[in-house]
């Protein structure tokens, strides 16, 4: 039977939730798939979720209840930390026993670290950042984001092979956490040395804090985050300005702005910054790239500033305004005060 393998996200000996969203990936693949080829109820495509770890029956177990769907702990002896020698070797040697049409994992610093070299091990094809599942008559295709996040690519891969696919984090909802029925959990040990881990061509020695994430921006209920938009940094004191006009409120920024040095890490937004949660957010001249998009989709009302009508950003808006951003916050700073 075809299998979909997903490689769910351990760290420190933990579940990473993005863990929940490449099973909603793989459930979604598994349903075009049965659509598209019309195949029958029981012979569709089989989800099975493998848990590298060393001690990995835990994991399973709570993945399995947490999914309903089956789970593979892969027992790598004396593993310690992650490394991407280590997890390319031991699930090779795993999956090339299989026979999966897709195996998942996430975009993330893990994921985007294994995938490659483990499909190259499989001679799998391998697509990386996928944003979107699309389907036509003759099958799958993925969409990549390319160009710095200003355009997608879609992405066809041969569908005589295995194809190794990380998905963005934040774009396949985790389906609703109903602990339904364990299904069976195997736990498989591989063959690999105890001394296997230390002698690894990569040595992980420490792992160094990033900049705390930034208390204010989590807790302020505004938030007005800046994007390349802004145009230049000295335009930033004016979004400090438009912020200040707000109580609760704290400016935040895309992660381009960060990267110029034009604000600080514990301003950035997004998958690589800081998640908010706050009730109002306004973004001003913010394309709208799923990795911005990840840090702040809980957001209660999203406003939108950008002079591109097309901006991805107005798919996520509560309220669009198409305008020129340094021009309509000009405006509203000199709006007289209310009577
Ligand atoms: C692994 C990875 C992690 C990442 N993590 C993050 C992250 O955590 N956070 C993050 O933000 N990004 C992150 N990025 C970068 C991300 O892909 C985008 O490049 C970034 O979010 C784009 O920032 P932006 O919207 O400010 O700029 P752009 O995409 O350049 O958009 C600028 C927008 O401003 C509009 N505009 C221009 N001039 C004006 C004007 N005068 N008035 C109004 N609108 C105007 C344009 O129409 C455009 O929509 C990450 C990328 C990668 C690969």
């Known amino acids: 039977m ?19 969203e490449l099973v909603a990936g793989a ?25 590298p770890s060393d001690n990995p029956k835990p994991l399973a177990e709570k993945i399995s209840e947490q999914t309903g769907n089956a789970v593979i702990g892969l027992q790598i002896p004396g593993f310690k930390t992650y490394t991407s020698d280590i997890y390319i ?21 893990q994921g985007r670290d294994f995938a490659p070299g483990l499909a190259l091990e499989l001679n799998a094809a391998s697509i990386s950042g ?25 992405v066809r891969p041969d569908p005589d092979r295995p194809v190794m696919l990380t998905l963005m984090p934040g774009v396949f909802k985790p389906d609703s956490h109903k602990k339904g029925k364990t299904k069976q959990v195997d736990i498989l040990k591989i063959s690999f040395g105890s001394d296997a ?14 900049p705390c994430e930034n208390q204010a921006l989590k807790g302020a209920k505004i938030i007005v985050a800046a994007g390349r938009g802004v145009e230049k940094k000295e335009n930033l004191e004016l979004i400090s300005r438009f912020a200040d006009c707000f109580s609760s409120s704290a400016v ?13 890490y514990e301003h950035q937004v997004g998958i690589t910054g800081t998640i908010v949660a706050p009730e109002v957010y306004i973004a001003c001249g913010i394309s709208g790239s ?11 009302c999203v406003i939108s500033i950008n002079k591109n009508p ?18 309509f916050i000009h405006a509203f700073l000199t709006l007289p005060d209310p009577v």
């Open 2 to 20: 075809k299998q979909i393998l997903v490689i769910a996200e351990i760290f420190k000996g933990r579940i990473r939730p993005v863990t929940w």
């Open 27 to 51: 459930r979604k693949i598994a349903a075009i798939l049965s659509q598209t080829r019309n195949i029958p109820g029981k012979h569709l495509p089989c989800i099975q979720i493998i848990v």
């Open 89 to 109: 070797d031991c699930l090779g040697q795993l999956i090339r026993e299989m026979t999966p049409t897709h195996i998942l994992a996430a975009h993330t610093s």
């Open 130 to 154: 996928i944003n979107h599942i699309r389907f036509d008559e003759t099958g799958l295709f993925y969409s990549r984001p390319v160009l710095d996040n200003t355009k997608n690519m879609l």
């Open 197 to 210: 881990c230390e002698n690894s061509r990569i040595q992980p020695t420490k792992i160094l804090k990033r």
């Open 252 to 264: 935040g920024a895309s992660r381009p702005l960060v990267d110029m040095g034009w604000i600080g």
């Open 290 to 300: 799923s990795q911005h998009i990840a840090g702040m989709k809980d957001t209660k």
């Open 310 to 327: 097309t901006a991805p950003i107005f798919r996520h808006s509560d309220i669009c305004i198409t305008a020129d951003v340094l021009e």
